[in-house]
């Protein structure tokens, strides 16, 4: 069964930090550009961040610009997304998703991504 499982989400003050891992199983990330998106409520998803197949590669919203990076290690088949001077409008659901881009050394938010994981809450508040 192909699964996308995202973790280390919680509560945190305004200026803390979160890592968040996007886990695999059943496939290997490989193959796959990942991208981070969230959804905050009473909004639509956004795409925050993906990182292409090599890993040579990375986009990111202006919002997070600066604050956030992505990376990936395929050996262990997760990908992260370090959030630094996290804000109360990154309180949202982060998702991570993959897609069979065939290009290794590019990736695209606006793509449509294949698999998704469940998703894991981050809470930016005092």
């Known amino acids: 069964q192909l699964q996308l499982v995202e973790s280390g989400g919680g509560l945190v003050q305004p200026g803390g930090s979160l890592r968040l891992s996007c886990a695999a199983s059943?496939?290997?990330?490989?193959?796959?550009?990942i991208g981070w998106f969230r959804q905050a409520p009473g909004k639509e998803r956004e795409g925050v961040s993906c990182?292409?197949?090599?890993?040579?590669?990375?986009n990111y919203a202006d919002s997070v610009k600066g604050r956030f990076t992505i990376s990936r290690d395929n050996a262990k088949n997760t990908v992260y997304l370090q959030m630094n001077s996290l804000e109360p409008e990154d309180t949202a659901v982060y998702y991570c998703?993959?897609?069979?881009?065939?290009?290794?050394?590019?990736?695209?938010?606006?793509?449509?991504?294949?698999?998704w994981g469940q998703g894991t809450q981050a809470t930016v508040s005092s």
């Open positions: 059943g496939f290997t990330l490989d193959y796959y550009t």
């Open positions: 990182i292409s197949k090599s890993g040579s590669s990375t």
């Open positions: 998703a993959a897609d069979p881009y065939i290009f290794p050394h590019l990736c695209n938010m606006r793509r449509d991504y294949r698999y």
